[in-house]
């Protein structure tokens, strides 16, 4: 069964640090692919990226940037400089593989809630 | 455009009523799907329709009945809710094959009295 760890349950921390939320994954599939989800307060989830378990290339996006360790099964979330604008839930998920084709099911962490202090 | 609509934002029903939530995506997304949200929780996956066909129902009770009228089109009619059902419901859509992404609505914050 897949799993998604997302230990960190709240964090705080001061506008314009940096900040690192963690993801750890369990799976069996080798082919499968891993994302982040932002959900501010408004509710809506907004999709930030998505990685296959076959590029174990970093990530950088502007402010954010992604590490992806497959030896670890991580896939961790960095904001840099962080702004209050990014006070959010964030969720790591896992997608798992279907043979039938177009059903894809999302395995979600329980989420990390960001609060950036003015 | 990653756009996905859905109404009513807010809906509060009795126990005996029904309702229905919709939700409209104009991206050419051959899949669509309807989420569960509790307070301080994951999304919960309930249905998801393939190529407007109902492919997975994460067995959901039979009060809460999806539709797929179309491609673009996705209704979850609601009948003799439970309090417990209270929640915000989440509809989301993809390319629908290889892990794409899914793009999420809004959500309608559902509450049964």
């Known amino acids: 069964a897949q799993k998604v760890t997302q230990a960190q349950t709240e964090i705080s921390v001061v506008e314009k640090e940096d900040v690192t939320l963690d993801c750890v994954y369990e799976t069996r599939d080798t082919t499968y692919y891993l994302f982040w989800y932002k959900q501010p307060p408004s509710g809506e989830l907004v999709f930030l990226i998505r990685r296959n378990s076959f590029d174990e290339q970093n990530e950088i996006s502007g402010r954010y940037s992604w590490n992806f360790q497959k030896s670890t099964s991580s896939f961790n979330f960095t904001i840099t400089a962080s702004q209050v604008v990014d006070s959010a839930v964030y969720f790591c998920a896992l997608s798992e593989f279907r043979v039938d084709f177009g059903n894809e099911k999302l395995t979600f962490g329980t989420g990390t809630r960001l609060t950036i202090i003015p | 455009d990653t756009e996905v609509t859905q109404t009513p934002k807010h809906l509060v029903m009795g126990m005996t009523n029904k309702k229905s939530l919709k939700c409209e995506q104009h991206?050419?997304?051959?899949?669509m799907y309807w989420y569960k949200q509790k307070a301080k929780k994951p999304p919960e996956l309930m249905f998801v329709?393939?190529?407007?066909?109902?492919?997975i129902n994460e067995s959901v009770p039979s009060r809460f009945s999806p539709e797929c009228p179309n491609s673009s089109l996705l209704n979850l009619h609601l009948h003799a809710l439970q309090p417990e059902d209270s929640a915000l419901y989440l509809c989301?859509?993809?390319?629908?094959?290889?892990?794409?992404?899914?793009?999420f609505g809004p959500g309608t914050r559902l509450t049964v009295t």
């Open positions: 329709y393939s190529y407007e066909k109902l492919s």
């Open positions: 989301a859509s993809s390319q629908g094959f290889d892990s794409y992404e899914q793009y």
């Open positions: 991206m050419g997304h051959r899949a």
